[in-house]
Protein backbone atom coordinates (compact mmCIF):
# COMPACT_ATOMS: atom_id res chain seq x y z
CA UNK A 1 0.00 0.00 0.00
CA UNK A 2 1.36 3.45 -1.05
CA UNK A 3 -0.12 6.84 -0.59
CA UNK A 4 0.32 9.47 -3.39
CA UNK A 5 0.67 12.83 -1.65
CA UNK A 6 -0.72 16.40 -2.88
CA UNK A 7 0.66 19.35 -1.18
CA UNK A 8 -0.94 22.88 -2.10
CA UNK A 9 -1.53 22.73 -6.08
CA UNK A 10 -0.76 19.36 -6.69
CA UNK A 11 -3.07 16.99 -9.15
CA UNK A 12 -2.30 13.38 -9.46
CA UNK A 13 -4.26 10.12 -9.99
CA UNK A 14 -3.75 6.77 -9.73
CA UNK A 15 -5.55 3.02 -10.73
CA UNK A 16 -3.89 0.78 -8.26
CA UNK A 17 -6.15 -0.68 -6.10
CA UNK A 18 -4.05 -0.27 -3.28
CA UNK A 19 -2.90 3.05 -3.52
CA UNK A 20 -4.38 6.02 -1.54
CA UNK A 21 -4.70 9.64 -2.44
CA UNK A 22 -4.02 12.02 0.01
CA UNK A 23 -3.78 15.75 0.88
CA UNK A 24 -3.28 17.68 4.07
CA UNK A 25 -4.60 20.16 6.32
CA UNK A 26 -7.08 22.21 3.68
CA UNK A 27 -8.08 25.49 5.04
CA UNK A 28 -9.66 27.46 2.35
CA UNK A 29 -8.52 25.37 -0.06
CA UNK A 30 -10.47 22.83 -2.12
CA UNK A 31 -9.94 19.30 -2.81
CA UNK A 32 -11.89 18.14 -6.17
CA UNK A 33 -11.76 14.26 -6.25
CA UNK A 34 -12.63 12.71 -9.59
CA UNK A 35 -13.41 9.08 -9.97
CA UNK A 36 -13.81 7.07 -13.17
CA UNK A 37 -16.06 3.93 -12.68
CA UNK A 38 -15.07 2.10 -15.56
CA UNK A 39 -11.61 2.27 -15.32
CA UNK A 40 -11.02 2.50 -11.22
CA UNK A 41 -9.22 5.53 -11.92
CA UNK A 42 -8.96 7.83 -8.34
CA UNK A 43 -7.57 11.94 -9.44
CA UNK A 44 -7.44 14.71 -7.03
CA UNK A 45 -6.21 18.69 -7.08
CA UNK A 46 -5.90 20.45 -4.47
CA UNK A 47 -6.86 24.10 -5.31
CA UNK A 48 -5.49 26.79 -3.49
CA UNK A 49 -6.93 29.72 -5.16
CA UNK A 50 -10.25 30.63 -7.94
CA UNK A 51 -8.44 32.70 -10.85
CA UNK A 52 -5.03 31.48 -12.62
CA UNK A 53 -5.42 35.25 -14.00
CA UNK A 54 -3.52 36.83 -11.28
CA UNK A 55 -0.39 34.80 -12.12
CA UNK A 56 -1.00 33.37 -15.91
CA UNK A 57 2.97 32.20 -15.73
CA UNK A 58 1.83 30.02 -12.34
CA UNK A 59 -0.71 28.42 -14.17
CA UNK A 60 1.62 27.18 -16.55
CA UNK A 61 4.28 25.71 -13.86
CA UNK A 62 1.47 24.70 -11.54
CA UNK A 63 -1.93 24.60 -12.94
CA UNK A 64 -3.50 22.58 -10.01
CA UNK A 65 -3.21 25.95 -8.22
CA UNK A 66 -6.39 27.69 -9.46
CA UNK A 67 -9.24 26.20 -10.05
CA UNK A 68 -9.79 27.29 -13.48
CA UNK A 69 -6.91 25.55 -14.46
CA UNK A 70 -6.58 22.59 -11.93
CA UNK A 71 -9.75 20.57 -13.31
CA UNK A 72 -8.87 20.81 -16.82
CA UNK A 73 -4.98 19.63 -15.83
CA UNK A 74 -6.38 17.15 -13.25
CA UNK A 75 -8.76 15.47 -16.81
CA UNK A 76 -6.08 15.60 -18.82
CA UNK A 77 -3.82 13.27 -16.69
CA UNK A 78 -6.62 10.95 -16.20
CA UNK A 79 -7.28 10.83 -20.02
CA UNK A 80 -3.70 9.88 -20.46
CA UNK A 81 -4.80 6.56 -17.93
CA UNK A 82 -7.77 5.35 -20.29
CA UNK A 83 -10.56 8.04 -18.93
CA UNK A 84 -12.82 10.01 -21.05
CA UNK A 85 -11.29 13.49 -21.41
CA UNK A 86 -14.58 15.25 -20.40
CA UNK A 87 -14.94 13.00 -17.46
CA UNK A 88 -18.39 11.59 -18.71
CA UNK A 89 -19.52 8.91 -16.06
CA UNK A 90 -17.26 10.52 -13.39
CA UNK A 91 -18.42 10.46 -9.77
CA UNK A 92 -16.97 14.07 -8.17
CA UNK A 93 -16.76 14.74 -4.36
CA UNK A 94 -15.70 17.76 -2.93
CA UNK A 95 -14.20 18.91 0.73
CA UNK A 96 -12.50 22.11 2.16
CA UNK A 97 -13.27 25.91 1.56
CA UNK A 98 -12.97 26.40 4.86
CA UNK A 99 -13.25 30.05 6.49
CA UNK A 100 -12.10 31.48 9.46
CA UNK A 101 -14.47 33.50 12.45
CA UNK A 102 -16.06 36.60 10.58
CA UNK A 103 -19.70 37.17 10.79
CA UNK A 104 -18.88 39.30 7.67
CA UNK A 105 -16.65 36.75 5.47
CA UNK A 106 -14.75 39.71 4.60
CA UNK A 107 -11.61 36.90 3.58
CA UNK A 108 -13.87 34.61 1.56
CA UNK A 109 -11.48 32.86 0.11
CA UNK A 110 -13.35 29.17 0.37
CA UNK A 111 -16.35 30.63 -1.04
CA UNK A 112 -15.12 31.77 -3.89
CA UNK A 113 -13.15 28.83 -3.91
CA UNK A 114 -15.80 26.62 -3.80
CA UNK A 115 -17.93 28.57 -6.32
CA UNK A 116 -15.00 28.78 -8.99
CA UNK A 117 -14.64 24.95 -8.92
CA UNK A 118 -18.20 24.14 -9.13
CA UNK A 119 -18.46 26.69 -12.17
CA UNK A 120 -15.68 24.93 -13.87
CA UNK A 121 -17.29 21.31 -13.41
CA UNK A 122 -20.40 22.39 -14.57
CA UNK A 123 -18.72 23.22 -17.63
CA UNK A 124 -18.11 19.39 -18.06
CA UNK A 125 -21.61 18.54 -16.89
CA UNK A 126 -20.40 17.50 -13.67
CA UNK A 127 -21.93 18.02 -10.38
CA UNK A 128 -20.71 16.61 -6.96
CA UNK A 129 -22.33 13.51 -5.44
CA UNK A 130 -21.01 14.48 -2.20
CA UNK A 131 -19.32 17.63 -0.59
CA UNK A 132 -18.10 18.73 2.89
CA UNK A 133 -17.51 22.26 2.23
CA UNK A 134 -16.94 25.80 4.22
CA UNK A 135 -17.45 25.66 7.83
CA UNK A 136 -14.70 26.73 10.16
CA UNK A 137 -12.14 23.33 10.50
CA UNK A 138 -9.35 22.31 7.81
CA UNK A 139 -9.84 18.90 6.61
CA UNK A 140 -7.11 16.27 5.80
CA UNK A 141 -8.95 14.15 2.58
CA UNK A 142 -8.02 10.28 1.90
CA UNK A 143 -9.04 8.39 -1.07
CA UNK A 144 -8.75 4.59 -1.04
CA UNK A 145 -8.36 4.26 -4.69
CA UNK A 146 -10.26 0.04 -4.10
CA UNK A 147 -12.94 1.02 -2.54
CA UNK A 148 -13.40 5.26 -3.36
CA UNK A 149 -14.22 5.54 0.29
CA UNK A 150 -13.34 9.09 0.95
CA UNK A 151 -12.41 9.68 4.52
CA UNK A 152 -12.12 13.56 5.90
CA UNK A 153 -10.44 13.67 9.27
CA UNK A 154 -9.52 17.16 11.41
CA UNK A 155 -7.84 17.78 14.93
CA UNK A 156 -9.82 17.64 17.76
CA UNK A 157 -13.07 16.41 15.11
CA UNK A 158 -12.10 12.49 14.08
CA UNK A 159 -12.93 11.25 11.27
CA UNK A 160 -16.06 10.93 8.97
CA UNK A 161 -16.67 9.97 4.99
CA UNK A 162 -18.58 11.61 2.55
CA UNK B 1 -6.42 21.87 40.09
CA UNK B 2 -8.24 25.69 40.26
CA UNK B 3 -8.09 27.82 37.12
CA UNK B 4 -5.29 29.68 39.08
CA UNK B 5 -3.22 26.58 40.35
CA UNK B 6 -3.05 26.46 36.82
CA UNK B 7 -2.46 29.55 35.36
CA UNK B 8 0.64 29.34 38.63
CA UNK B 9 2.19 25.89 36.64
CA UNK B 10 2.01 27.84 33.34
CA UNK B 11 3.92 30.73 34.47
CA UNK B 12 6.35 28.19 35.89
CA UNK B 13 7.37 26.12 33.39
CA UNK B 14 7.62 29.51 31.34
CA UNK B 15 10.58 30.77 34.17
CA UNK B 16 12.01 27.13 33.20
CA UNK B 17 12.11 27.80 29.37
CA UNK B 18 16.28 28.26 28.61
CA UNK B 19 17.14 31.64 27.55
CA UNK B 20 18.02 32.29 24.06
CA UNK B 21 21.46 32.36 22.81
CA UNK B 22 23.46 35.71 22.59
CA UNK B 23 23.48 35.66 18.89
CA UNK B 24 20.15 34.81 18.44
CA UNK B 25 18.88 37.82 20.64
CA UNK B 26 20.89 39.82 19.36
CA UNK B 27 19.48 39.61 15.54
CA UNK B 28 16.46 39.42 16.71
CA UNK B 29 16.73 42.82 18.29
CA UNK B 30 18.85 44.16 15.01
CA UNK B 31 15.80 42.52 12.73
CA UNK B 32 13.00 44.13 14.81
CA UNK B 33 14.91 47.84 14.35
CA UNK B 34 14.19 50.00 10.99
CA UNK B 35 17.50 50.83 10.45
CA UNK B 36 20.19 48.35 11.11
CA UNK B 37 24.14 48.01 9.78
CA UNK B 38 24.20 44.23 7.57
CA UNK B 39 27.85 43.88 9.05
CA UNK B 40 26.52 43.89 12.52
CA UNK B 41 24.42 40.91 11.42
CA UNK B 42 27.62 39.16 9.98
CA UNK B 43 29.72 40.24 12.82
CA UNK B 44 27.48 38.51 15.14
CA UNK B 45 26.70 35.35 13.05
CA UNK B 46 30.55 35.10 13.07
CA UNK B 47 31.37 34.54 16.54
CA UNK B 48 28.72 31.59 16.84
CA UNK B 49 30.19 29.14 15.27
CA UNK B 50 27.59 26.53 15.03
CA UNK B 51 25.08 29.12 13.82
CA UNK B 52 27.91 29.62 11.08
CA UNK B 53 27.63 26.18 9.89
CA UNK B 54 23.97 26.06 9.75
CA UNK B 55 23.77 29.37 7.56
CA UNK B 56 26.40 27.64 5.34
CA UNK B 57 24.40 24.43 5.34
CA UNK B 58 21.03 26.31 4.34
CA UNK B 59 22.33 28.50 1.62
CA UNK B 60 23.92 25.84 0.15
CA UNK B 61 21.16 23.27 0.62
CA UNK B 62 19.16 21.93 -2.78
CA UNK B 63 16.29 24.19 -2.17
CA UNK B 64 18.16 27.21 -3.10
CA UNK B 65 19.28 25.44 -5.95
CA UNK B 66 22.37 27.56 -6.47
CA UNK B 67 25.29 26.54 -8.58
CA UNK B 68 28.69 27.73 -6.94
CA UNK B 69 29.06 26.99 -3.64
CA UNK B 70 28.51 29.18 -1.14
CA UNK B 71 31.74 29.36 1.69
CA UNK B 72 31.36 32.99 2.92
CA UNK B 73 29.20 34.17 5.79
CA UNK B 74 29.31 37.35 3.95
CA UNK B 75 27.39 35.79 0.88
CA UNK B 76 25.97 33.46 3.09
CA UNK B 77 23.86 36.56 4.81
CA UNK B 78 23.78 38.88 1.84
CA UNK B 79 21.66 35.61 -0.43
CA UNK B 80 19.24 34.58 2.83
CA UNK B 81 18.48 38.21 4.39
CA UNK B 82 18.62 39.35 7.72
CA UNK B 83 14.92 37.95 8.65
CA UNK B 84 16.04 34.48 7.63
CA UNK B 85 19.26 34.32 9.31
CA UNK B 86 18.21 35.58 12.22
CA UNK B 87 14.68 33.17 12.04
CA UNK B 88 17.14 30.21 11.91
CA UNK B 89 19.53 31.62 14.57
CA UNK B 90 16.06 32.00 17.00
CA UNK B 91 14.99 27.91 15.83
CA UNK B 92 18.81 26.65 16.80
CA UNK B 93 18.30 28.44 19.98
CA UNK B 94 14.86 27.08 20.80
CA UNK B 95 14.31 24.25 18.51
CA UNK B 96 12.94 22.35 20.83
CA UNK B 97 10.24 24.49 21.83
CA UNK B 98 9.22 24.91 17.96
CA UNK B 99 10.06 21.22 17.15
CA UNK B 100 8.10 20.40 19.99
CA UNK B 101 5.02 18.15 18.85
CA UNK B 102 1.60 19.69 19.61
CA UNK B 103 0.20 17.00 21.88
CA UNK B 104 -2.23 20.16 23.35
CA UNK B 105 -3.56 20.86 20.01
CA UNK B 106 -3.11 17.13 18.15
CA UNK B 107 -0.73 18.95 15.75
CA UNK B 108 2.02 17.21 15.07
CA UNK B 109 5.90 18.15 15.62
CA UNK B 110 6.67 21.02 13.04
CA UNK B 111 3.50 22.38 13.23
CA UNK B 112 4.17 25.17 15.19
CA UNK B 113 7.58 26.01 13.06
CA UNK B 114 5.06 25.57 10.07
CA UNK B 115 2.36 28.32 10.95
CA UNK B 116 4.88 30.30 12.06
CA UNK B 117 7.11 30.89 9.25
CA UNK B 118 3.65 30.67 6.57
CA UNK B 119 2.34 33.23 9.00
CA UNK B 120 5.63 35.16 9.02
CA UNK B 121 5.69 35.18 4.89
CA UNK B 122 1.88 36.85 5.02
CA UNK B 123 2.83 39.14 7.44
CA UNK B 124 6.02 40.33 5.50
CA UNK B 125 3.86 40.71 2.39
CA UNK B 126 1.07 42.07 4.30
CA UNK B 127 3.46 44.97 5.49
CA UNK B 128 4.18 46.17 1.81
CA UNK B 129 0.65 47.26 1.66
CA UNK B 130 0.10 49.13 5.09
CA UNK B 131 -0.79 52.81 4.65
CA UNK B 132 2.02 54.10 8.09
CA UNK B 133 5.08 53.30 7.89
CA UNK B 134 6.00 49.44 8.55
CA UNK B 135 8.87 47.39 8.64
CA UNK B 136 8.32 44.12 6.47
CA UNK B 137 11.59 42.53 8.14
CA UNK B 138 9.56 43.33 11.93
CA UNK B 139 6.74 41.75 10.61
CA UNK B 140 8.41 38.83 9.38
CA UNK B 141 10.51 38.26 12.15
CA UNK B 142 6.83 38.88 14.89
CA UNK B 143 5.61 36.50 12.82
CA UNK B 144 7.77 33.52 13.62
CA UNK B 145 7.31 34.42 17.34
CA UNK B 146 3.59 35.09 17.33
CA UNK B 147 2.54 31.44 18.47
CA UNK B 148 5.34 30.49 21.05
CA UNK B 149 3.07 30.48 23.51
CA UNK B 150 1.61 27.17 22.23
CA UNK B 151 4.72 25.26 23.07
CA UNK B 152 4.38 26.41 26.88
CA UNK B 153 0.52 25.79 26.75
CA UNK B 154 0.48 22.50 24.77
CA UNK B 155 1.66 20.85 27.88
CA UNK B 156 -1.23 21.29 29.49
CA UNK B 157 -4.13 21.31 26.98
CA UNK B 158 -3.50 17.64 26.35
CA UNK B 159 -6.72 15.56 25.51
CA UNK B 160 -8.79 18.68 25.51
CA UNK B 161 -8.88 19.54 21.74
CA UNK B 162 -12.55 17.55 21.34
CA UNK B 163 -13.88 19.13 24.26
CA UNK B 164 -12.55 22.83 23.31
CA UNK B 165 -14.12 22.45 20.08
CA UNK B 166 -17.56 21.41 21.21
CA UNK B 167 -17.48 24.74 23.54
CA UNK B 168 -17.21 26.63 20.70
CA UNK B 169 -19.54 24.71 18.38
CA UNK B 170 -22.32 25.18 21.25
CA UNK B 171 -20.90 28.98 21.91
CA UNK B 172 -20.05 28.14 25.13
CA UNK B 173 -16.44 29.77 24.83
CA UNK B 174 -16.86 32.39 21.84
CA UNK B 175 -13.16 30.92 20.40
CA UNK B 176 -10.11 29.17 21.19
CA UNK B 177 -8.52 31.12 22.92
CA UNK B 178 -11.51 31.49 25.62
CA UNK B 179 -11.21 27.74 25.95
CA UNK B 180 -7.59 27.86 26.99
CA UNK B 181 -8.44 30.70 29.56
CA UNK B 182 -11.32 28.87 30.71
CA UNK B 183 -9.18 25.54 31.52
CA UNK B 184 -5.51 27.38 32.22
CA UNK B 185 -6.80 30.82 33.65
CA UNK B 186 -3.77 32.03 31.11
CA UNK B 187 -3.70 31.51 26.89
CA UNK B 188 -1.05 30.97 24.27
CA UNK B 189 -0.90 34.76 23.56
CA UNK B 190 -0.28 35.77 27.30
CA UNK B 191 2.05 33.07 27.55
CA UNK B 192 3.97 33.55 25.12
CA UNK B 193 4.17 37.43 26.29
CA UNK B 194 5.43 36.28 29.42
CA UNK B 195 8.15 34.36 27.42
CA UNK B 196 8.95 36.91 25.41
CA UNK B 197 9.68 39.08 28.53
CA UNK B 198 11.59 37.03 30.35
CA UNK B 199 13.59 36.11 26.67
CA UNK B 200 13.68 40.23 27.28
CA UNK B 201 12.68 40.20 23.11
CA UNK B 202 12.24 44.10 21.42
CA UNK B 203 8.83 45.67 23.41
CA UNK B 204 7.60 45.79 19.40
CA UNK B 205 8.25 41.60 19.31
CA UNK B 206 6.26 41.34 22.63
CA UNK B 207 3.26 43.47 21.34
CA UNK B 208 2.72 40.89 18.33
CA UNK B 209 3.10 38.09 20.36
CA UNK B 210 0.18 39.70 22.86
CA UNK B 211 -2.17 40.75 21.15
CA UNK B 212 -2.13 38.74 17.66
CA UNK B 213 -5.70 37.78 18.50
CA UNK B 214 -7.01 41.22 19.60
CA UNK B 215 -4.82 44.02 17.56
CA UNK B 216 -7.30 46.56 18.42
CA UNK B 217 -6.06 45.94 21.97
CA UNK B 218 -2.72 46.72 21.34
CA UNK B 219 -0.76 50.48 21.89
CA UNK B 220 -1.57 52.23 19.52
CA UNK B 221 2.22 52.60 18.35
CA UNK B 222 2.56 48.89 17.71
CA UNK B 223 -0.92 48.70 16.46
CA UNK B 224 0.16 48.41 12.47
CA UNK B 225 2.66 45.52 13.31
CA UNK B 226 0.31 43.73 15.23
CA UNK B 227 -2.14 43.78 12.68
CA UNK B 228 0.17 42.27 10.33
CA UNK B 229 0.32 39.75 12.20
CA UNK B 230 -2.99 39.33 12.73
CA UNK B 231 -3.49 39.26 9.23
CA UNK B 232 -0.81 36.62 8.43
CA UNK B 233 -1.99 34.33 11.48
CA UNK B 234 -5.82 33.87 9.59
CA UNK B 235 -3.92 33.91 6.05
CA UNK B 236 -1.56 31.08 7.50
CA UNK B 237 -4.29 28.81 8.88
CA UNK B 238 -6.50 29.25 6.01
CA UNK B 239 -3.52 27.83 3.47
CA UNK B 240 -3.60 24.67 5.86
CA UNK B 241 -2.93 24.00 9.74
CA UNK B 242 -2.65 20.62 11.12
CA UNK B 243 -3.81 21.62 14.31
CA UNK B 244 -6.78 21.91 16.46
CA UNK B 245 -7.17 25.17 17.11
CA UNK B 246 -6.98 25.95 13.20
CA UNK B 247 -9.40 28.48 12.19
CA UNK B 248 -10.73 28.61 15.67
CA UNK B 249 -10.03 32.78 16.43
CA UNK B 250 -11.96 35.84 14.84
CA UNK B 251 -10.87 38.78 12.12
CA UNK B 252 -10.81 42.24 13.47
CA UNK B 253 -11.86 43.85 10.66
CA UNK B 254 -10.13 46.85 11.30
CA UNK B 255 -7.31 45.80 10.21
CA UNK B 256 -8.32 48.40 6.85
CA UNK B 257 -7.45 51.16 9.17
CA UNK B 258 -4.36 50.00 8.48
CA UNK B 259 -4.25 48.29 5.34
CA UNK B 260 -5.42 48.46 1.83
CA UNK B 261 -6.29 45.05 0.62
CA UNK B 262 -8.38 43.88 -2.42
CA UNK B 263 -8.65 40.18 -2.96
CA UNK B 264 -6.89 40.04 -5.74
CA UNK B 265 -3.66 41.21 -3.62
CA UNK B 266 -5.02 39.06 -0.69
CA UNK B 267 -4.50 36.27 -3.16
CA UNK B 268 -1.43 37.52 -5.01
CA UNK B 269 -0.18 37.02 -0.52
CA UNK B 270 -1.65 33.64 -0.56
CA UNK B 271 0.51 32.58 -3.36
CA UNK B 272 3.42 33.99 -2.59
CA UNK B 273 3.31 32.46 1.22
CA UNK B 274 2.92 29.03 -0.36
CA UNK B 275 5.70 29.67 -2.62
CA UNK B 276 8.32 31.03 -0.35
CA UNK B 277 7.33 28.17 2.62
CA UNK B 278 8.09 25.81 0.25
CA UNK B 279 11.03 27.20 -0.46
CA UNK B 280 12.39 27.78 3.28
CA UNK B 281 10.76 24.67 4.60
CA UNK B 282 12.81 22.36 1.56
CA UNK B 283 16.16 24.37 3.26
CA UNK B 284 15.17 24.43 6.68
CA UNK B 285 14.36 20.44 7.03
CA UNK B 286 16.84 19.97 4.99
CA UNK B 287 19.26 21.75 7.13
CA UNK B 288 17.53 20.24 10.17
CA UNK B 289 18.14 16.48 9.01
CA UNK B 290 21.56 17.54 8.12
CA UNK B 291 22.22 18.50 12.08
CA UNK B 292 20.74 15.88 13.72
Known amino acids: MSNLILGVGEFGASKTPTDTVKTFALGSCVAVILMCPKTRTVGMVHVALPESKINPEKAMTRPGYFADTGIDALLREMTKMGCDPRGKGFIVKLAGGAKIMDPNNTFNIGKRNELAVKKILWKYALGAVAEDLGATYSRTVSVDVSTGKVTLSSPGRGEWNI | ?292
Not at chain 2, 20 to 31: N, V
Not at chain 2, 89 to 114: D, I, Q, R, V
Open chain 2, 1 to 292: MNQQEMREKVLMAIQEVPLLSPSATRLLELSSQSDYDIDEVIETVKFDAALTARLLKVVNSVAYGLVHEVTSIERAVTYLGERVVASIALGESAKALFNKELKGYEGPKGELWAHDLRTAIAAREVARFCTTDLSSDLAFTAGILHAVGKAILTEFLEDTSHAMLGDIDSHDATDYLSGERARLGIDHTEAGYELACAWKLPVALQMAIRYHHAPAEAPAEHQALVYAVHLGCILAMMSGSQASDALQYHLDKQYTDYFDLKPEQIAMIVLEMNETFSTLQGALSEFKENSQ
